[in-house]
């Protein structure tokens, strides 16, 4: 990011900067995982896992009731790596930030090492991006890589069309998401009133009611008429046939009258 903003001074580089934190992250990973005493990241020796080391670590005043430790994948073979993603237990949260490559020299793509790792952990892994999600990552506070090529590409077209880029300062706000996978959620057993109301879930499998509940909610709107149209009508018979009954006894008494004398009772 210091690079990017160096740039930001050349009157023709211009875009988005991909400005992590895993602050929020960690915050909400102590929510879910209450017992934690420490914070274990996966890292490599790339540039970026060098950076993004940098930035876990930096971290750790805000949080002085963490252990902060890393696992660096550059410097294990593959075993001892995902043997000591397995040791890990419920006194630990695991942040996954990259492993691309590792002792063996093994070069993983995202959803590879995710896949690979996520399948022996028996804690869930938080992560800080994207890249890797729907793969076993459970989530957290990510940055879209999707949203961000949103902007980078309507700056591009501001500048086709004419738009001088030196107008155009470079964004430092990185577009974040809360995102997890349900998948992920169900296996750990983390229920969704423990996630952000705004959290995106991914892998979501729609609930009977999300299902029909339209259907439902219609077809007893319509039932509800119906069955006040049946009490109407069952009360107007009702009513009706008292009125029959009044108008019959009344018939029946004006008959008597016509016909018998009131004294007597006699023709």
Known sequence: SEKALELNQEPDVTGVIENQTYEDTIKLAKKICPQATRIVSIVD???TGLSARKEFYSCQDSFPDL???DINASELSQKDLIGRVESLDQSSILLYILCSNDKDGNVYAS???VQMLSSRAHIPMFSGISIG???GL???EIVSHEEMGEIAGEMALKILNGEPCENMDVITDSPMTYCFDETVMKRFGISRSMLPDDAKIINHEETFMEQYGKVIRITSVIGGIMVLFIIWLVRDNMHKR??????SSLNKKL???ARYDALTSLL
């Open 45 to 47: 020796n790339t540039v």
């Open 67 to 69: 252990e902060f430790h």
């Open 111 to 113: 959803a590879e090492s």
């Open 133 to 135: 999600m729907g793969k």
């Open 138 to 140: 459970l989530g957290g």
């Open 242 to 247: 008292k009125v029959n009954e009044t108008i």
């Open 255 to 257: 008959n008597f009258m």
